[in-house]
């Protein structure tokens, strides 16, 4: 499994940003795919997941500005990241889970919510 995000860049406090990531590849093995997040000095957290039957989660640090979403059609998983703060600035990484439950990662692609 291939993850390829796209969207990251700098926007200021209070504004919205939506990031995609594009999977390919063995597509068919993925359960769940989810966004984590790693600010500077800190460890990677997780921000949202999404199960195949759309079942989501989210950090309670995003909850109610977040949004997660997939478009199976288009194999493409959505972050839409609403009322953004500064400590949303962070590198964002995209993760799918396959059926042996190993983990793939994208590379990462900074939001830098700065006035």
């Known amino acids: 499994v291939q993850l390829q995000p796209f969207g990251g860049g700098l926007v200021q406090p209070g504004r919205f940003l939506r990031l995609s990531c594009a999977a390919s590849?063995?597509?068919?093995?993925?359960?769940?795919m989810g966004w984590y997040r790693q600010a500077p000095g800190k460890q990677r957290e997780l921000v949202a997941t999404?199960?195949?039957?759309?079942?989501?989660n989210y950090a309670d640090s995003v909850k109610g500005r977040f949004t997660i979403s997939r478009d199976n059609a288009k194999n493409t998983m959505y972050l839409q990241m609403n009322s953004l703060k500064p400590e949303d600035t962070a590198v964002y990484y995209c993760n799918a889970v396959v059926l042996t439950r190993t983990d793939y990662w994208g590379q990462g692609t900074l939001v830098t919510v700065s006035s």
């Open positions: 590849g063995n597509i068919f093995r993925i359960i769940s």
């Open positions: 999404i199960t195949n039957p759309g079942r989501t």
